[in-house]
C-alpha cells in the first residue's frame, strides 16, 4: 500500500523536488497576479531564497521559529526581531500574497508522479513567518495588525488545498491547524474582541465548510495522476520503475504495461468511493469505509497494481479530520465571541499574562533582585544607593511586571495547558518567576506605604497577590498549589506590616476581601484537585496514543499513586523534572525567584540520586526509550499484574520530598487567616 508518510514517496518528492524557479522555460500561469496568487508567491519565495542553498532563513532558524509560541521571552524576543528585521520585504510579499484567495500553479499533471510541487514546502515556510509575525504583533499589544496576519494566514492554508492532490491538502490541513492554534493563543492573549471576532469569522470565510481544504477533489486527483503516470509509461520496465518510486519495495516486477492500464481505468471508481468517503458527515462511517477499501486492496480485490500504489485513504482522513476539528472548535469559540455571548475577559488565560510577568521578574539583575527582597522584608538593610536603584527597577517594571500582573488578575480562567510546558513538572522557572513578580508589587506596595505614610498604598498589590494565588489554585499541579500558598502567606505577612501604620480604609479593606473570595472554599490552594491531576499526568506522560483499553489500567495506577499520598505524587514529579533535564531550585538562584524555601537542598538530592540509579538500572536492562520508563508495564496484562509490578516499579517509592499533608493541614487555617489579616487591617491598632 502507498503511504503518503513513508520515504521514499514519490508524493513526498513531489513536495521536496526543488523546480528552478528562474528557469526560462518556467510556466508562465494562464491567469494574472489580480485573480491568482501563484505569480505573487513565485516572486516572493524566489525573494527568499527558497529553494537555493542560501534561504533568508537557515534551518536552525526554521527550528526556532517552529518551536516559537506566545508569550516569548526576552531572550526570545531579542533573536525574534533580528529575523523579522532581516525578512520584513519578504513578508510584505507574502502578506500580497495571501490576500488573494485563488492560487493555480499551472501544474503539467500530465507529467502523473513525476510531477513535483516545489511550492509546498516554501509555503511551509512562509507560513511559519507570517505566524512568528502574529505572535510579535501579539507582543507588541499590536492587536489590530495580528488579526489582519492571522487571516493571512488562513487564506495561505486554502490556497495550499487547491492543488487536487493529496499532499497539497494535508499541507493545507497543517497550516489550518497552525492558524487555529495561533488565533487560539491571540484570545488567550485578549486580542480578540466582539468585533475583531466577527471580521475574523469574516476574513476566514474559505476555510468554512465540511471540506475547506478540498480532500475530496485531491482524492479524485489522485487518480489522475495515476492514470496519467501509466499511460505515459512506455514499457514494463516503466511501470516497474513507477511502482518502486511509488511504494518504495520493489514489488511490482510481475505488473506489465497492458494490466497496468486496464487496472488504473478500473481503479477510478475505487478513488471515487473513497472521494465519497471524505465527504460524508460521519466520521466513523467514513474511516470504516476507507479502511475497507485499504483491505480489499491489500486482499487482492482491486488488483495487484491497487495493492501497491492505493494511498492509505483512512490515514489521509486522520489529516484531514484532526484540522477540520480544529477549524470546527475555533469558528465555535470565535462565533461565541461574536454574539457577545463571551467578553474579552471571560476568554483570555490568565496563564499567558502570568507567564509574561515571570518573565520579567527574572530578568531583574541578581544583585538588585535582592535588594527588592530586602525592599519588601527588611528595608532597613539597604543603603541609599542601593535603595535608590531597586526603585528605578520598580518604576520600569511596570510594562513587563506589574502591567501583566495586572492583565492576568482580570482574567476569569488559567490554563497552564497553553504554555505548552511538559506534564508532570515542577515548573521551576515560570513558578518562580510568578512569585518573584508578586514580590515586587508587595515590595512596591510597602515602600510607597512606609515612604508616605499611607497604609491604603498596600491594598493594590496585596489584591493582585491574593489574585495570583487563587488563579494558580485554579488550574493546580501540586508544585502550583504550593507557590500559590506561599502567595497568600506573604501577601497576609505585607498586609500586617502596612497595618502597623495605620489603619486601612473600608475600602480597601472591601477591596481586599473581594480578591480573597476568589480562591475555592473546599480545597484551599487546589492541592487535592492539584494531586488527581498531577497523578494522572505522571501515569499518561509520554504515551503516543491512549485508546479504551488503556482506560482502566490508567484509572488503576492512578489510584495506586493517591493511596500513597500527596508527598509520594510530589516526589514523583519532581523526579520527572530531574529525567526531563529540568532546572531545579537551587540556593544560588537570585533572591526573588529562589525556591528553596519550598525544596530544599536535602530533598533535591534524594531525587537527583533516584534519577541516576534509575537511568543505571535502565541502561543495564538494555533498555533504549528514558521517557518510557514509567510505562515498562505493559496495558496488555491483567490488571492486577499490572498493578502490582506499577507498585514494584516506583522509582523513588520510600523517598521523602516534600510533606504536603503538613502544607494542606495548614492550607485551611492559613486561607481562614487571610480574611481575618484583613479584617483586622482594618481596625485602629
Not at 341 to 350: F, I, P, S, T, W
Amino acid at each position: 500500500m502507498r503511504t503518503p508518510f513513508l520515504l521514499p514517496s514519490v508524493i513526498l518528492q513531489r513536495m521536496l523536488v526543488a523546480l528552478c524557479v528562474c528557469a526560462a522555460g518556467m510556466l508562465v500561469s494562464r491567469a494574472t497576479a489580480q485573480d491568482n496568487a501563484a505569480p505573487l508567491w513565485r516572486a516572493a519565495f524566489q525573494a527568499a531564497g527558497y529553494g537555493t542553498p542560501a534561504p533568508i532563513i537557515s534551518t536552525d532558524e526554521e527550528a526556532f521559529l517552529g518551536n516559537l509560541h506566545y508569550p516569548v521571552t526576552q531572550e526570545e524576543r531579542a533573536q525574534l526581531d533580528v529575523l523579522l528585521q532581516r525578512t520584513a520585504a519578504v513578508r510584505q510579499q507574502f502578506d500580497a500574497a495571501a490576500r488573494v484567495k485563488r492560487a493555480d500553479w499551472d501544474l503539467d499533471r500530465s507529467k502523473g508522479f513525476a510531477l513535483t510541487l516545489e511550492h509546498l514546502p516554501n509555503m511551509r515556510s512562509a507560513a511559519r513567518l507570517m505566524r512568528v509575525q502574529v505572535i510579535a504583533e501579539l507582543d507588541d499589544s499590536n492587536s489590530a495588525d495580528a488579526l489582519v496576519s492571522l487571516a493571512a494566514l488562513g487564506i495561505m492554508g486554502a490556497q495550499s488545498g487547491q492543488d487536487r492532490i493529496a499532499i497539497s491538502s494535508m499541507v493545507g490541513s497543517s497550516l489550518g491547524s497552525m492558524l487555529a492554534d495561533t488565533t487560539n493563543e491571540a484570545i488567550d492573549a485578549g486580542a480578540v474582541d466582539q468585533k475583531a471576532a466577527q471580521q475574523l469569522l469574516e476574513a476566514l470565510g474559505p476555510l468554512k465548510g465540511s471540506d475547506p481544504f478540498r480532500y475530496g477533489d485531491a482524492i479524485k486527483g489522485e487518480w489522475e495522476l495515476l492514470n496519467n503516470s501509466v499511460r505515459g509509461a512506455k514499457s514494463d520496465k516503466d511501470i516497474q520503475a513507477m511502482i518502486t518510486a511509488v511504494d518504495g519495495g520493489g514489488k511490482g516486477s510481475e505488473i506489465t504495461l497492458e494490466n497496468a492500464r486496464s487496472s488504473a481505468e478500473s481503479l477510478r471508481t475505487v478513488y471515487d468511493r473513497a472521494a465519497l468517503a471524505f465527504s460524508s458527515p460521519d466520521p466513523n462511517a467514513a474511516i470504516d469505509a476507507l479502511r475497507r477499501l485499504s483491505q480489499y486492496a491489500e486482499g487482492g480485490r482491486f488488483g495487484p497494481l491497487a495493492k501497491l500504489v492505493l494511498p492509505e485513504f483512512a490515514s489521509i482522513y486522520q489529516r484531514k479530520l484532526s484540522a477540520d476539528q480544529d477549524l470546527a472548535l475555533l469558528f465555535a469559540r470565535l462565533q461565541v465571541i461574536a454574539d457577545g455571548k463571551e467578553k474579552r475577559e471571560d476568554v483570555m488565560n490568565a496563564a499567558l499574562f502570568l507567564s509574561r510577568a515571570s518573565a520579567g521578574a527574572r530578568s531583574v539583575p541578581d544583585e538588585v533582585q535582592e535588594s527588592l527582597e530586602l525592599l519588601r522584608v527588611a528595608p532597613a538593610a539597604l543603603d541609599a544607593p542601593r535603595t535608590e536603584r531597586a526603585m528605578d527597577i520598580l518604576t520600569r517594571a511596570d510594562r513587563n511586571v506589574l502591567k501583566p500582573l495586572a492583565e492576568a488578575i482580570s482574567c476569569k480562567r488559567c490554563d497552564f495547558t497553553a504554555l505548552r510546558h511538559r506534564a508532570p513538572t515542577l515548573d521551576i522557572m515560570l513558578l518562580g518567576g510568578i512569585r518573584g513578580a508578586t514580590r515586587m508589587a508587595l515590595a512596591d506596595g510597602l515602600r510607597r506605604a512606609r515612604e508616605y505614610k499611607q497604609p491604603e498604598a498596600i491594598v493594590a498589590a496585596a489584591v493582585t497577590a491574593y489574585r495570583v494565588g487563587a488563579l494558580l489554585a485554579m488550574d493546580p499541579s501540586l508544585p502550583r498549589s504550593a507557590l500559590a500558598h506561599s502567595i497568600w502567606r506573604e501577601t497576609s505577612a505585607a498586609v500586617q506590616e502596612a497595618a502597623k501604620i495605620g489603619p486601612i480604609s473600608k475600602t480597601g479593606i472591601d477591596e481586599m476581601e473581594r480578591a480573597l473570595v476568589f480562591m475555592p472554599t473546599g480545597d484551599p490552594f487546589g492541592f487535592r484537585k492539584g494531586m488527581e491531576d498531577d497523578a494522572k499526568d505522571i501515569v499518561t506522560a509520554g504515551m503516543p496514543r491512549r485508546d479504551a483499553s488503556a482506560n482502566e489500567a490508567i484509572a488503576a495506577r492512578v489510584q495506586i499513586l493517591k493511596q500513597r499520598g500527596p508527598g509520594a505524587v510530589f516526589a514523583r514529579v519532581a523526579f520527572a523534572s530531574v529525567l526531563n533535564g529540568d532546572q531545579m531550585p537551587d540556593q544560588r538562584d537570585a533572591a526573588l525567584i529562589r525556591l528553596t524555601d519550598l525544596y530544599s537542598a536535602s530533598a533535591i538530592e534524594k531525587i537527583t540520586t533516584a534519577v541516576t540509579a534509575a537511568k543505571t538500572q535502565h541502561a543495564d536492562s538494555g533498555g533504549s526509550a528514558l521517557t518510557d520508563m514509567n510505562f515498562e508495564v505493559p496495558f496488555d496484562l491483567p490488571l492486577d499484574e499490572q498493578k502490582a509490578r506499577f507498585k514494584r516499579a516506583d522509582p523513588v517509592r520510600g523517598v521523602q520530598f516534600i510533606d504536603v499533608n503538613a502544607l494542606i493541614a495548614l492550607a485551611g487555617s492559613d486561607y481562614s487567616a487571610a480574611f481575618d489579616t484583613v479584617k483586622a487591617a482594618g481596625k485602629q491598632p
